[in-house]
C-alpha cells in the first residue's frame, strides 16, 4: 500500500501541542530541545503552556507546528512507519522537506522562523487578511475576485478542496469579493484568524527576502518526492526545491490538485502527521475512497499503528 505523508500549515497550532510526545519519547523530547538549541528561545514552553495569542504570532505559530510535525514524524519513524511520497500545506512544505531529507530540521526550524517574520512584515498590520469562501467552485471565485479588484488586491490563494475556496487581499476588495460571493450563492464567507493575506502577490516582497535567506542554505537530493503546493506536483531535485519555496510565499496553495495528484500516483492512504486534523478533513471533501488518519499525541498514534496492520 502506497503511503502519503501530508503535513499541517499555519492555523493548525494550538496550546498542549506536542507535550503529550515530548513526554513520552526520547526522540520527540529531543526535537524540541533541538528547535530550543536553533532559535535560542524556549519554543517548546510556548507550544506547552501558551499563551495563546503569543503562539498565534505568524513568526512563533510556523516554527511550532514544524517542530511539533518534525517531533511526530520521528515517533513514527522509530516505529518503523515511513512515507513513499509526502505534501505540506503552505508551511507544511517544510515539513514535508525535512521529512524527506531535503534540508535538515535545524536550518528548517530558523528559516520558517524568518519566513513568518517576512509575512507579517511585508503588509502593515490590520490592511489585509483572509476569507474562506464555503460553497463556489474556484474559477467563480477567480471571477468574483477579478471583479472585487477594483476596491484593491484580491485573489484566489489556497484552493483547498470542493466548495472551499481561501481567497486573501487588502480588506476593503476582500468585503466586496464577500458581497458578490454571496450574491453569486456562496453558503458562507468566514474570515480566517490571520495576520496578513498569505499567498497573494501582496507577499511578493516576503518572498524577495526570503530568497536572500535560503540561499544561506544546504540542500540534498529529496529521499522520496515530495508535491509543492506552486505546482501541485512531484518536486525530485534540490535545484527546484529552493525557487519553488520562495515562490510558494507568494502563489496559491494548490491543495485538491495536489492531492489528486498524489492520489493519481496511486497513494492509498495518508497520514497527517503534526497538530490537528485540517487536512483530513479536507481530504474527505476531495476523496472519500483513501484512507487518512492523523498523528499528534499517543493515543492517536497507537490507532494510527493498529489502522495500518489492518489494511497492510
Not at 464577500?178 to 456562496?186: H, I, M, P, Q, S
Not at 468566514?190 to 524577495?208: K, N
Amino acid at each position: 500500500m502506497k503511503l502519503a505523508f501530508i503535513f499541517p500549515g499555519q492555523g493548525s497550532q494550538y496550546v498542549g501541542m506536542g507535550r503529550q510526545m515530548y513526554e513520552c519519547f526520547p526522540v520527540a523530547r529531543r526535537t524540541f530541545e533541538e528547535a530550543d538549541a536553533s532559535l535560542g528561545f524556549t519554543l517548546s514552553r510556548l507550544c506547552f503552556e501558551g499563551p495563546a495569542e503569543e503562539l498565534q504570532h505568524t513568526m512563533n505559530a510556523q516554527p511550532a507546528i514544524l517542530t511539533v510535525s518534525v517531533a511526530c514524524l520521528r515517533v513514527l519513524r522509530e516505529k518503523g512507519v515511513v512515507p513513499d511520497v509526502a505534501a505540506g500545506h503552505s508551511l507544511g512544505e517544510y515539513s514535508a522537506l525535512v521529512a524527506a531529507g531535503a534540508i535538515t530540521f535545524a536550518d528548517a526550524v530558523k528559516i520558517v522562523r524568518k519566513r513568518g517574520q517576512f509575512m507579517q512584515e511585508a503588509v502593515p498590520l490590520g490592511a489585509g487578511g483572509m476569507m474562506a469562501v464555503l460553497g463556489l467552485d474556484v474559477p467563480t471565485v477567480e471571477e468574483i475576485c477579478r471583479r472585487a479588484s477594483d476596491a484593491g488586491v484580491v485573489e484566489a490563494v489556497n484552493l483547498n478542496c470542493p466548495g472551499q475556496v481561501v481567497i486573501a487581499g487588502e480588506m476593503q476588495a476582500l468585503e466586496r469579493a464577500c458581497v458578490l460571493a454571496k450574491e453569486a450563492g456562496a453558503r458562507r464567507c468566514v474570515p480566517l484568524a490571520v495576520s496578513a493575506p498569505f499567498h497573494s502577490s501582496l507577499m511578493r516582497p516576503a518572498g524577495e527576502k526570503l530568497a536572500r535567506e535560503l540561499e544561506q542554505v544546504a540542500m540534498a537530493d529529496l529521499r522520496f518526492p515530495v508535491v509543492a503546493n506552486v505546482t501541485a506536483d512531484f518536486v525530485t531535485s534540490k535545484e527546484e526545491v529552493k525557487r519553488l519555496l520562495v515562490q510558494q510565499v507568494y502563489s496559491p496553495v494548490r491543495w485538491e490538485e495536489s492531492m489528486r495528484r498524489l492520489i493519481a500516483g496511486g497513494v492509498q492512504a495518508f497520514i497527517e502527521v503534526g497538530p490537528g486534523t485540517v487536512l483530513c478533513g479536507l481530504l474527505r471533501k476531495i476523496d472519500r475512497q483513501v484512507h487518512c488518519w492523523s498523528v499528534q499525541d499517543p493515543e492517536s498514534l497507537e490507532k494510527v499503528l493498529a489502522c495500518l496492520k489492518e489494511v497492510s
